[in-house]
Nanobody, 124 residues
Framework: QVQLVESGGGLVQPGGSLTLSCAAS????????MAWFRQTPGQERELVAT????????RYADSVKGRFTISRDNAKNTMSLHMGRLNPQDTAVYYC?????????????????WGQGTQVTVSS
């Protein structure tokens, strides 16, 4: 049974940074794509960053490019999202996502597995 568990959310001031982590379990092999999404009330869940199981294949949403860094440790089955220069528009529930059998997750319809979500609030 696949399980994704996020951690690291919280309250941070504008301009600050925060790192989210996602621990994956239940995958029989490492060939699964992973991604971070976020969602605010009344809005669609949007893709923030996506990372392949193939090394050095990473993509970011334009809104976070240059500020956020996604990474994964295949030996530990974990994925991280380092978020820098945060602003109030980054406030959302952030979700870890995974999918077997694809190189990249490109949208929410690609996702087979979701974490429970972790709240990130950027406010002074």
């Amino acid at each position: 049974q696949v399980q994704l568990v996020e951690s690291g959310g919280g309250l941070v001031q504008p301009g600050g940074s925060l790192t989210l982590s996602c621990a994956a379990s239940g995958f029989a092999s490492l060939d699964y794509a992973m991604a971070w999404f976020r969602q605010t009330p009344g809005q669609e869940r949007e893709l923030v960053a996506t990372i392949s199981w193939i090394p050095n294949n990473i993509r970011y949403a334009d809104s976070v490019k240059g500020r956020f860094t996604i990474s994964r440790d295949n030996a530990k089955n974990t994925m991280s999202l380092h978020m820098g220069r945060l602003n109030p528009q980054d406030t959302a529930v952030y979700y870890c996502a995974a999918r077997r059998g694809v190189i990249f997750i490109q949208n929410k319809r690609d996702v087979n597995y979701w974490g429970q979500g972790t709240q990130v609030t950027v406010s002074s």
